[in-house]
């Protein structure tokens, strides 16, 4: 069985992502790591100003190494 953790709104290393509504695009705004209460008001804020795009806070990706 799994858990999840809980995290706090002063949790670091998060992000914003988005999402195209229309279109099969989407990214990754990985220049501006940020708390995860910061990121979720910026991903509201950006939401509101666009139509075509959805945004979310999301954990910074971690590094890939192999084995």
């Known amino acids: 069985m ?3 953790d809980p995290h706090s709104l002063d949790t670091p290393g998060y992000i914003v992502a ?3 509504k229309q279109a099969f695009e989407a990214g990754k705004m ?3 790591v940020m708390t ?3 990121a979720t008001r910026k991903a509201e804020e950006l ?3 666009s139509d075509n795009r959805f945004y979310w806070a999301e954990q910074l990706p971690q590094k890939f190494e192999p084995h």
Do not use: A, P
Request: aromatic letters at 14%; hydrophobic letters at 25%; zero cysteines.
């Open 36 to 38: 995860f209460g910061e």
């Open 47 to 49: 939401s509101k100003k």
């Open 18 to 20: 988005w999402r195209d």
């Open 30 to 32: 990985l220049d501006d």
């Open 2 to 4: 799994s858990t999840i």
